[in-house]
């Protein structure tokens, strides 16, 4: 993955360096540095998205049409978990966590089991192909 880009100043080329000194002064734990030098740093927002969710969309298309009677189901409902889903995507763990953590993919409550989460193969199909055409809305 590459570095963001990191933008620096010098403080004491802002208005507001003085304050920033007094500030920095009220602490103990900068009483031996040299205030002159302060530089402010600021990265560059990386905004996530999911490369290849074509890939991802595909390989969950497949398998719902290929396997759609081995998914399991308690009353009517899917209740794919997350290692299933995993290997309907063809995507590793942790990739499914970050897109999770990144709110692509939101698991569902299961009405059978209020306790567990599930990631019904074609809700998780549905937001998948939404964050696709948000991601293609985000480029133009």
């Not at 004491?12 to 500030?23: L, M, P, Q």
């Not at 809700?123 to 055409?133: A, P, S």
């Amino acid at each position: 993955m590459a570095r963001r880009k990191v933008h620096k100043i010098l403080a004491r080329d802002t208005a507001i360096f003085n304050e920033i000194v007094d500030e920095l002064r009220k602490r103990s734990d900068f009483e031996e540095y040299d205030m002159e030098t302060i530089e402010i740093s600021v990265k560059k927002k990386i905004v996530p998205r999911i490369r290849n969710i074509e890939h991802a969309i595909d390989n969950l298309k497949r398998y719902i049409a290929i396997n759609s009677a081995f998914i399991k189901t308690v009353e009517g409902e899917p209740v794919t978990s997350k290692k299933e889903i995993v290997r309907m995507l063809r995507i590793s763990r942790p990739t499914l966590d970050k897109w999770i953590s990144d709110g692509f993919i939101t698991p569902i409550r299961a009405g059978v089991c209020p306790s567990k989460e599930v990631f019904p193969p074609e809700e998780i199909l549905k937001q998948l192909q939404d964050q696709k055409e948000n991601q293609t809305i985000k480029k133009k």
